[in-house]
């Protein structure tokens, strides 16, 4: 068999090695023999010799682009060129073109196909050579200028863009030789290669190669899709890959455009067994601003097919971090809205033979090596008995399943539709002890849904014959499948069995702790929504799963956090400071201060000033300081931020201990003779709050990954992540600041108000620093 496969590819004019490749490809091959077999009959029916055919490489060409659905016109095409009358490969893809255009109808004007594809336009030699002598012509000056360094395809486009029916070789040709009968023969000095722009360095190319990289993304994701997605236009859906077509799709599709009015229609479907987290994000994203851009609509769907892990707590908590990306669901809908109508569409399938109840074990129906079911082929009407005791509690949890019979791309072997679990439903109660599968349950909600653009990540790509059978076998409208990259972060981990195991080892709080990347954390730390929506907008949209450093997320946030988080004092490790001269300085008790010092015109907030203040410990050093210190110390002076004093250093006061508890200081105003290097931060007359400081919580990039961390990834964590500090000192007008209010602690970092805060206490947790290296000198 694959000696004569390998014969018919030959016949098309491939070379060993080239059919050695495509044998391997094994759709491709049958897509080829069976275009080999068709051209075949059509030359013998009108008497031509089959032994060989010059036109293979045209047949070839078509294998490899046209769609499997496009099977039952490609004799139409096949015909055209075993007719000769589609001669080149431009005619070619442009037949293909037109039935991929008219791929639901069964019979082809072909009259009309003919037009599309050129045939009987004959572009003759001397058509040729006169385009490609005017095209040269409106280049001439900057080509004699430029000579061979000018991009020679910019006039082959055009004379294509004339001549489109042309042949490409002897265009080509045709341009070459009118070029060099223009220029003469080239020189040693064209043969040179091209200079290097005068300052271009390694250094330079890489930046020019990382902002291209950069140029993948965009500042939203609306205006990402606007400029990169390509995706199918409504009601085309027979046109992308894979789709399957049959006798109902025109009539589905255009039941559907009834229905819908051709409006774009997304959903995002998570489930309700745990938190969202960055990854949701981009899936969020995605499928919200895919309906936005184009001016559609976006549902969010649960996806509550599976009782046991489910909870309250996880469907409101999932649509509260919806919404908080900034994002209004169409409609909130639920699987479990469609248990009846999925129950009424799995009799239907038995009653097709397209499922069966099965008795296999989890452990026998898992892995590759997976043998087809001693069950497969039982009676019908066994099977709707069967299911019916499945539905009426007759059979206990494992002792039987529905499959679908059905083989999916990845290997997997009829999968399970529905099974067995005797637990109480969020939404359903205790109506129904069958719960459906994902497999069964996604794709057939889609089409209840009217969705156009069903996007997901890559790993459900393997699903996709599985998702458009499933409808097909039901004859139900069948949208389209879409896959992206999925999106993950190292130095965390996001499965939620390992995040539960993190909360019940009581490493971190709950799912909403700040070290975690949950949705819900990260809202916590302080991480803004349109930050968050900026940094997945600039990853861009690709088909490669994307691994990222926090350090990443962390740009977008500052930068956000930059513009919009008001400026104020905060003392994280307080030593008190007494100014000696306080009376004869002649200040005011109080200042008012810019939120943003920078913009002299924003709002003000007033802080108190007086005899006694608190600065940083480490804004202090006693003794003789060492050579890189900056601030305060003997014979040292610093400045003050805002309030435009200069401290010299008196005395220092200690305790019985030994250990430091103040300075007294003298001070002056700021003059050109005295003006300090550094200015500090300082309060007085404070309030105290809590701050939370936190660390990553993983040391290692991976710490799922068992080769890295051997000893699992509870082993992997930092036991110094967080760190409390119960007495840090703000000024006193931030006792009025609600929860999720941030600030830039000025020399210190980006915080944000927890809601742990009541009236008693005010609790800050750190969302950045600064900077990432932001050490005081």
Not at 119 to 138: L, P, Q, R
Not at 182 to 192: H, I, M, R, V, Y
Not at 435 to 444: I, K
Not at 603 to 621: A, L, P, V
Request: proline share 4%.
């Amino acid at each position: 068999r694959v000696v004569m496969a390998e014969a018919e590819l030959r016949w098309l004019g491939l070379s060993d090695s080239k059919v050695a490749e495509t044998i391997k490809n094994k759709s491709l091959t049958e897509q080829l023999l069976s275009i080999v077999k068709l051209a075949k009959e059509q030359l013998s029916s009108s008497g031509k010799k089959v032994d060989t055919f010059p036109k293979g490489s045209l047949l070839y060409n078509l294998g490899t682009k046209a769609k499997p659905q496009l099977a039952h016109h490609l004799p139409a095409v096949i015909r055209l060129i075993v007719e000769d009358k589609v001669k080149t490969e431009t005619q070619a893809t442009a037949a293909i073109n037109y039935i991929l255009a008219h791929a639901l109808e069964n019979d082809l004007n072909v009259a009309e196909l003919e037009k599309e594809c050129g045939v009987g336009i004959v572009v003759t030699a001397d058509e040729m050579e006169h385009t490609i002598k005017s095209v040269i012509g409106s280049y001439k000056d900057k080509l004699v200028a430029d000579r061979y360094q000018f991009p020679i395809g910019k006039i082959l486009g055009d004379a294509r863009a004339k001549l489109k029916w042309a042949d490409g070789k002897f265009l080509a040709t045709e341009v070459e030789l009118q070029v060099r009968n223009l220029l003469g023969p080239k020189t040693d000095e064209d043969l040179k290669p091209k200079p290097k722009v005068k300052g271009e360095k390694e250094g330079e190319k890489k930046k020019v190669e990382e902002s291209q990289e950069e140029s993948e993304g965009a500042a939203t994701m609306e205006e990402l899709i606007k400029s990169r997605a390509r995706l199918h236009k409504v009601g085309e859906n027979y046109q992308t890959d894979g789709y399957q077509v049959t006798p109902h799709t025109e009539r589905l599709i255009k039941e559907h455009l009834q229905r819908t009015g051709g409006q774009v229609r997304t959903r995002f479907p998570p489930e309700p067994n745990g938190l969202l987290h960055i990854g949701h994000a981009k899936a969020i994203n995605i499928n919200f601003a895919y309906a936005n851009a184009l001016d559609g609509v976006c549902n969010l769907r649960f996806d509550d097919t599976n009782p046991e892990k489910e909870e309250k707590k996880f469907f409101e908590g999932i649509e509260q971090m919806v919404r908080w990306l900034g994002y209004t669901p169409a409609e909130v809908t639920y699987s479990s809205d469609n248990f009846e109508q999925l129950y009424k569409w799995a009799i239907v399938l038995i009653e097709k033979g397209h499922a069966f109840v099965c008795h296999q074990t989890v452990e026998e129906m898992r892995g590759q090596e997976q043998t087809l079911s001693p069950w497969r082929d039982r009676p019908i009407h066994e099977n709707l008995e069967l299911f019916q005791d499945m539905k009426n509690g007759k059979l206990e949890e494992g002792e039987a399943t529905l499959r679908l019979k059905h083989i999916l791309e990845e290997g997997k072997v009829d999968p399970v539709a529905y099974r067995i679990k005797y637990c109480h439903h969020e939404r359903t109660h205790d109506k129904w002890c069958i719960y459906p599968t994902y497999d069964y349950t996604h794709c057939l909600c889609d089409s209840i849904e009217d969705i156009t653009h069903s996007l997901c990540t890559k790993e459900f790509q393997s699903r996709r014959s599985s998702y458009y059978w499933l409808c097909n076998a039901l004859d139900v409208y069948c949208p389209v499948q879409w896959e992206y990259g999925r999106l993950n972060v190292n130095y965390t981990v996001v499965s939620k069995r390992k995040i539960l195991k993190l909360i019940t080892s009581k490493i971190v709080r709950d799912w909403d702790d700040p070290r975690l990347f949950t949705l819900a954390a990260l809202r916590r730390r302080g991480i803004p929504a349109e930050a968050l929506n900026s940094f997945v907008a600039r990853l861009g949209i690709t088909g490669s799963q994307m691994v990222v450093d926090p350090h990443l997320l962390d740009a977008s946030v500052r930068d956000y956090l930059n513009l919009h988080s008001p400026r104020t004092m905060a003392v994280l490790d307080p030593i008190s400071v007494s100014i000696t001269n306080f009376d004869t300085l002649g200040l005011a008790s109080s200042i008012s201060i810019p939120d943003f010092p920078s913009v002299p015109s924003s709002s003000k907030h007033n802080i108190s000033f007086g005899k006694t203040i608190f600065i940083e410990r480490d804004d202090f050093q006693s003794g003789v300081p060492s050579k890189d210190f900056r601030r305060l110390a003997k014979g040292q002076s610093v400045g003050l931020k805002h309030i435009g004093l200069v401290l010299h250093l008196e005395r220092e006061i200690t305790g019985e201990d030994g250990s430091l508890i103040g300075v007294e200081v003298k001070a002056e105003e700021v003059s050109e003779r005295n003006k300090p290097t550094v200015f500090i931060h300082w309060v007085a007359n404070p309030i105290p709050v809590q701050v939370r400081l936190y660390e990553r919580l993983f040391h290692h990039k991976n710490p799922e990954d068992t080769t890295e961390v051997p000893g699992g990834f509870l082993s992997d964590c930092n036991e110094n992540s967080l760190t409390i500090l119960h007495r840090v000192l703000v000024d006193r007008y931030m006792a009025n600041i609600k929860v999720w209010d941030r600030f830039q602690f000025e020399r210190i970092g980006f915080f944000s108000v927890d809601p742990d805060t009541t009236k008693a206490k005010i609790v800050f947790n750190r969302t950045l620093l600064l900077r990432e290296d932001s050490g005081k000198k």
